[in-house]
């Protein structure tokens, strides 16, 4: 009898342990320098439903003119030129570009994939919060 008194009293004990460490932990406070910092993307002033729209284009040339003789041809903006690299910015449809580009015969345009997977990632970021 008295052995079932002693493992009684140790369950006892043990839950009450339990339980009590239980309620403390929700009431313990945060060290925010404790939490793994997720990085985000942040918003800027400029970050509007349009700019989420836009597409950013490469296509090689030879200098600056014949880089805006490409966007003349696309009806696109070129943003910059660099080392034979024009970026374009558009609202348009990229396939459809590339399609007006291959039946013109025009300069070849690729979708800059940097820019694109970055656009897809904050996509779904937005999507999820």
Same mark, same amino acid.
């Given at each position: 009898m008295?052995r $079932?008194?002693g493992? #009684?009293?140790?369950?006892?004990?043990?839950?009450m342990f339990? %339980?009590?460490l239980?309620?403390?932990?929700?009431r /313990?406070?945060?060290? &925010? +320098?404790?939490?793994q910092?997720v990085? /985000?993307?942040?918003?800027t002033?400029?970050s @509007?439903?349009?700019?989420m729209?836009? @597409?950013? #284009?490469?296509?090689?040339?030879?200098?600056?003119?014949?880089?805006?003789?490409?966007a003349?041809?696309?009806?696109? &903006?070129? %943003? %910059?030129? %660099?080392?034979?690299?024009?970026?374009?910015t558009t609202?348009?449809?990229?396939q459809?570009l590339?399609? #007006?580009?291959? =039946? !013109?015969g025009?300069?070849?345009l @690729?979708v =800059? +994939? !940097?820019?694109?997977q #970055?656009k897809? $990632? +904050? &996509?779904?970021?937005d999507?999820? /919060?």
């Open positions: 008295h $079932i008194g493992v #009684l009293f140790g369950v006892l004990c043990i839950g339990g %339980s009590l239980v309620a403390c932990n929700g /313990q406070k945060l060290d &925010e +320098s404790s939490l910092q990085p /985000q993307f942040i918003e002033e400029d @509007t439903e349009e700019r729209n836009v @597409t950013e #284009l490469i296509a090689l040339a030879e200098d600056q003119t014949e880089a805006e003789k490409i003349e041809l696309y009806e696109i &903006e070129l %943003s %910059s030129f %660099s080392d034979g690299i024009a970026v374009y609202d348009k449809d990229p459809e590339m399609e #007006l580009g291959d =039946n !013109n025009y300069p070849a @690729t =800059n +994939s !940097n820019h694109y #970055l897809k $990632i +904050s &996509e779904v970021t999507t999820n /919060q």
